[in-house]
T-cell receptor, first 110, second 113 residues
Framework: QKEVEQDPGPLSVPEGAIVSLNCTYS??????FMWYRQYSRKGPELLMY????GNKEDGRFTAQVDKSSKYISLFIRDSQPSDSATYLC??????????FGKGTHLIIQP | EAGVAQSPRYKIIEKRQSVAFWCNPI?????LYWYQQILGQGPKLLIQ????????DSQLPKDRFSAERLKGVDSTLKIQPAKLEDSAVYLC???????????FGQGTRLTVV
C-alpha cells in the first residue's frame, strides 16, 4: 500500500459544478496537508495549506482534513475551465519533505 | 517576490552522459528540496537541505546522483552517468523553514535517449 493514495482520473465535470478531490493516507504521523495545482509543463502551485484536522476556505476552494479517517479533500465551487489541471495532494509529518499523491487530472468542460 | 528559479528548462542527453541542474530558491528560504517527477506520477523527494546541510537524502540514488548547496543559497543537482529511467522533470522547491509552505520552481525536463 502506498503512503498516499489519489485517484488519477481523469475527472471531467461541466463548468459551474462543484468538484470534490480526495486523498487517503496511511501514515498517522502526517500533520501538515497541502493541495497543489499543476498545469501542463509547469511546476506545482500551492493552493491550500492546513495543519491537523479541520476545514480551511479560500475563495472558491475549501480544504478538509479528517485525521481520524486519514482522509483529505479539496472542494472547488463554481468550477471554471481555467481550473482544468492536475491537482496534487501532499503531506508531511514535521520538518521533513513532502509525500505526494499521484495527482488527479481535472477537466472542466465549458 | 521572485519565485524559485531553475535552469535549464529542458535538456536532452544520451545515456551515460552527465547533466547538471541549477536552482535559486526564494530569498531567505533556509530549506531547499529537489524532487523527481516521472510522467503521470507525483513528485518524489530526492534530497532536502537545511541551509547548506543535508537533512534527508534517503531516496537519492547516490551511485549516480549528487547535490550540493554551497553557502546555503543556490543548489545544483548532478546526474552522472544518466540512465534512460532518469527521464523526468526535476523540481526544486524552497520553504522558509522545514515545516512551512513549500514553493516550487518550473522544473527542468530531462530526456535521456
Amino acid at each position: 500500500q502506498k503512503e498516499v493514495e489519489q485517484d488519477p482520473g481523469p475527472l471531467s465535470v461541466p463548468e459551474g459544478a462543484i468538484v470534490s478531490l480526495n486523498c487517503t493516507y496511511s501514515n498517522s504521523a502526517f500533520q501538515y496537508f497541502m493541495w497543489y495545482r499543476q498545469y501542463s509543463r509547469k511546476g506545482p502551485e500551492l493552493l491550500m495549506y492546513t495543519y491537523s484536522s479541520g476545514n480551511k476556505e479560500d475563495g472558491r476552494f475549501t480544504a478538509q482534513v479528517d485525521k481520524s479517517s486519514k482522509y483529505i479533500s479539496l472542494f472547488i465551487r463554481d468550477s471554471q475551465p481555467s481550473d482544468s489541471a492536475t491537482y496534487l495532494c501532499a503531506m508531511r509529518g514535521g520538518a521533513d519533505g513532502l509525500t505526494f499523491g499521484k495527482g488527479t487530472h481535472l477537466i472542466i468542460q465549458p | 517576490e521572485a519565485g524559485v528559479a531553475q535552469s535549464p528548462r529542458y535538456k536532452i542527453i544520451e545515456k551515460r552522459q552527465s547533466v547538471a541542474f541549477w536552482c535559486n530558491p526564494i530569498s531567505g528560504h533556509a530549506t531547499l528540496y529537489w524532487y523527481q517527477q516521472i510522467l503521470g506520477q507525483g513528485p518524489k523527494l530526492l534530497i532536502q537541505f537545511q541551509n547548506n546541510g543535508v537533512v534527508d537524502d534517503s531516496q537519492l540514488p547516490k551511485d549516480r546522483f549528487s547535490a550540493e548547496r554551497l553557502k546555503g543559497v543556490d543548489s545544483t543537482l548532478k546526474i552522472q552517468p544518466a540512465k534512460l529511467e532518469d527521464s523526468a522533470v526535476y523540481l526544486c522547491a524552497s520553504s522558509l523553514m522545514g515545516n512551512t509552505e513549500a514553493f516550487f520552481g518550473q522544473g527542468t525536463r530531462l530526456t535521456v535517449v
